[in-house]
T-cell receptor
Framework: ETGVTQTPRHLVMGMTNKKSLKCEQHLGHNAMYWYKQSAKKPLELMFVYSLEERVENNSVPSRFSPECPNSSHLFLHLHTLQPEDSALYLC?????????????FGNGTRLTVT | AQKITQTQPGMFVQEKEAVTLDCTYDTSDQSYGLFWYKQPSSGEMIFLIYQGSYDEQNATEGRYSLNFQKARKSANLVISASQLGDSAMYFCAMKSNAGGTSYGKLTFGQGTILTVHP
């Protein structure tokens, strides 16, 4: 496989459930990101990991918990979510040290909170 | 603070014609990069083209070109010879290299939906 792979593609969960989103990149990049895309809103940066260290948390509620065990894998653990958390969650990676390096995105996980 | 503005919620173009998607940005940084992404209905964000703030020439990638006007802070995307497969949402984004952070924190615009008619 090449590029950035996200699983699952679709997820429906109740407000009391606990689930995890998974992201894997096969590009040798050393920075990974979680973005949230809600309807009629620009993409919102949630978390940034550089060399497996979290370097940015964009005031994200604690019900979202990221984990980066190595430079190729990124998780987003979800618990006690709210209906307004329903959105497309996009994972991305980039070559950290290059200022002009684009982000490479996965296909996203479409999350519905019921 | 950085801001990206895409004023066209939707655009229509005839197949084989050219189309320009507008993007203006606001930043006080001297060094920054501008990106365009395409998002088909499948959801994936596809990188199209990049323009650095110090690049003197407009970027081109195949049918895509970027009309970069630094003084006006605009970075419009031009798609030539439109194809039906170009129908998608298009996002303009900016990355600042200020503050020593080289990782890719992108600020996105709201996007423009492009529809290509046969």
């Amino acid at each position: 496989e090449t590029g950035v792979t996200q699983t699952p593609r679709h997820l429906v969960m109740g407000m009391t459930n606990k689930k995890s989103l998974k992201c894997e990149q096969h590009l040798g990049h050393n920075a990974m990101y979680w973005y949230k895309q809600s309807a009629k809103k620009p993409l919102e940066l949630m978390f940034v990991y550089s060399l497996e260290e979290r370097v940015e948390n964009n005031s994200v509620p604690s019900r979202f918990s990221p984990e980066c065990p190595n430079s190729s894998h990124l998780f987003l653990h979800l618990h006690t979510l709210q209906p307004e958390d329903s959105a497309l969650y996009l994972c991305a990676s980039s070559q950290d040290s290059l200022g002009n390096s684009p982000l490479h995105f996965g296909n996203g996980t479409r999350l519905t909170v019921t | 603070a950085q801001k990206i503005t895409q004023t066209q919620p939707g655009m229509f173009v005839q197949e084989k014609e050219a189309v320009t998607l507008d993007c203006t940005y606001d930043t006080s940084d001297q060094s920054y990069g501008l990106f365009w992404y395409k998002q088909p209905s499948s959801g994936e964000m596809i990188f199209l083209i990049y323009q650095g703030s110090y690049d003197e020439q407009n970027a081109t990638e195949g049918r895509y070109s970027l009309n970069f006007q630094k003084a006006r802070k605009s970075a419009n995307l031009v798609i030539s010879a439109s194809q039906l497969g170009d129908s998608a949402m298009y996002f303009c984004a900016m990355k600042s290299n200020a503050g020593g952070t080289s990782y890719g924190k992108l600020t996105f615009g709201q996007g423009t939906i492009l529809t290509v008619h046969p």
